[in-house]
């Protein structure tokens, strides 16, 4: 089903997300199959919505994945007003609006630390885009982690991905595939385990902690722990919403989402390490599954390729796609992050 023809059953019918009261607000959270960052963090602060914002608001919170919309829509729908709240799957709706992709640009975020510095120097241009494009306000940023390399056939480094078929989820990502030899394939997280398993890709690219969730290491045999990106993640709301909240309100309402993302960027650190532990079946394992793949240490050649991306690839093919519906984007990136970066 469309999306459009989603808005008009709902708005004809009031059926599937009734809004029963001016303190309810509908949420759209991650994807359950994303894993334990949806679970345990992100799925208690909405279910109890009320004590963790101080406001008399309360959330009907539903995943991503059971509300029939595609992740790709999640900006349309946002402008719309069909949901107040989206847990905003930032690479998938990147095609709506490419400057959020200079938040995580492969090669830009090796670790945490470098990625906290980006978000905080980037994501105000982020959000007053969104703002004045998507009727969004951008309430925080968050990351899955390190998305790392799953293949199925053998690989001893990012050359071997020449001829295989590559799951990737941005086309900034994508564009660095092709550049390996490789050929990129866009796919949902929710199709990968089967078209791994049935061989319509032969590697595939996210982070350890979804992967082991979704059970990709079912169906592969190796896992090279090189950070192509960190998949940042973030909360939108609704203009009208934000703006019909008091100043005071909207106060409260902006720290418990900084609460919110603080937490989520310490437990993906946690799950990250833990995680590449579980899947390649080292102790101890405490937040996953314990399987047995084959750790591939990225080469020197490797971690040179993935340090020259920004310049090299990622940020001429990003500029080049963003300036034609963004004319200030990578003039405004260069003046904030780029500045760090030394460009």
Do not use: H
Request: with cysteine; hydrophobic share 40%; proline share 5%.
């Amino acid at each position: 089903m469309k999306l459009t023809q989603i808005i008009s059953a709902i708005a004809l019918c009031g059926l599937a997300l009734p809004a029963t009261a001016e303190t309810t607000m509908r949420v759209m959270g991650q994807p359950a199959a994303t894993g334990l960052i949806q679970k345990n963090v992100e799925g208690p602060f909405f279910a109890d919505f009320a004590a963790s914002t101080g406001l008399d608001i309360t959330a009907e919170f539903q995943p991503a994945d059971v509300t029939g919309i595609k992740d790709t829509e999640q900006l349309r729908v946002l402008k719309s007003g069909l949901f107040d709240i989206i847990s905003l799957r930032l690479s998938q709706v990147s095609r709506d609006e490419p400057t959020i992709l200079g938040l995580d640009l492969v090669g830009l975020n090796p670790d945490y630390e470098t990625g906290k510095k980006t978000v905080a120097a980037f994501m105000p241009v982020v959000d007053a885009r969104l703002q004045e494009q998507f009727n969004t306000k951008l309430l925080g940023v968050w990351p899955f982690g390190p998305q790392v390399l799953f293949c199925k056939p053998e690989i001893s480094s990012l050359a071997d991905l020449k001829g295989l078929k590559v799951r990737v989820y941005d086309q900034n990502l994508a564009n660095f595939v092709s550049l390996v030899g490789g050929t990129p394939v866009p796919l949902s997280f929710g199709d990968v385990q089967q078209s791994l398993a049935r061989g319509v890709v032969d590697c595939a690219i996210t982070g350890p902690s979804s992967a082991n969730s979704a059970g990709w290491p079912e169906v592969t045999s190796y896992m090279m722990p090189i950070a192509f990106q960190l998949a940042m993640n973030g909360y939108g709301m609704n203009l009208d919403k934000w703006n019909a909240l008091s100043v005071e309100d909207q106060g409260k309402m902006q720290a418990a989402f900084d609460t919110l993302t603080d937490d989520i960027w310490a437990y993906s650190e946690e799950l990250f390490v833990d995680a590449v532990k579980c899947n390649v079946g080292q102790q101890p394992c405490e937040t996953g599954t314990l399987y047995d793949l084959t750790l591939v240490e990225a080469t020197e050649a490797d971690k040179a390729l993935i340090g020259t991306a920004v310049t090299e690839v990622s940020f001429p093919s990003w500029k080049e796609i963003c300036d034609v519906t963004n004319p200030s984007c990578s003039t405004s990136w260069m003046e904030t992050v780029g500045v760090d970066k030394g460009f």
